[in-house]
């Protein structure tokens, strides 16, 4: 376990370069049209802006690093090589109409896994798995909504009674990671 005093070795907030929060997420794509089609996805459904900048293309012609902006977080990404396994990226998002995005990324290929549904805090819940079974949440966060982050610092006391079936949300989340796959094994 490290010391608390080695975590202020991690920036925040204005010490941290524009568009970039303390952690940021890297996406591994591989399957059809690889990272280009990825970012042009993202692009139509969340209305991502790739940052130029930072497009390198590696020796053997794969995208080997990119970076996007989604609304006030970088996505950085790559086209995974021929020989890396596979690894999927698990990605939340906040978003203003968990629906609109559903029928966006419905319209581009995506897999809907849990239809926006009411969840804790007054918020509402959505997932998708993209074309390259990346598995996107979406949280819909309004006025008078309450993420985690704003209760009380501490355990809850809630928890499902044994006996209990599983809510849909569990169930459609469970049923998805039970059968990810990559991409490529789609016949």
């Known amino acids: 376990m490290t010391d608390v005093e080695d975590a202020s070795e ?17 996406v591994a ?13 993202t692009q139509a459904v969340l209305g991502a802006r790739e940052t130029l ?16 902006c ?4 970088t996505v950085m990404l790559c086209d995974a090589k021929p020989y890396w396994s596979f690894t ?19 319209a581009n290929a995506a897999e809907v896994i849990t ?3 009411d969840f804790h805090g007054q918020q509402r819940l959505a997932r998708f798995q993209d074309p390259w079974h990346n598995i996107w949440w979406l949280f819909e966060y309004g006025p008078t909504s309450a993420a985690p982050s704003q209760g009380p610092d501490e ?17 459609t ?9 990559s991409a490529e094994t789609d016949g």
């Open 88 to 106: 999927p990226a698990l990605l939340q998002v906040y978003v203003r109409d968990a629906a609109a995005v559903i029928e966006r990324a419905r």
């Open 155 to 171: 355990l809850p006391r809630w928890r499902p009674a044994p006996s209990a079936l599983p809510s849909y949300v569990h169930r």
């Open 29 to 41: 794509v591989r399957g059809s049209g690889g990272a280009p089609a990825f970012i042009r996805f």
């Open 70 to 73: 989604i609304g006030d977080s």
């Open 173 to 181: 989340i469970d049923a998805a990671m039970a059968t990810l796959r």
């Open 10 to 26: 991690v920036l925040t907030g204005q010490a941290l370069p524009p568009g970039y929060g303390s952690v940021n997420p890297f």
């Open 115 to 117: 239809e926006p549904t």
């Open 53 to 68: 900048a930072a497009h390198t293309i590696d020796a053997d012609g794969l995208l080997i690093h990119a970076e996007l």
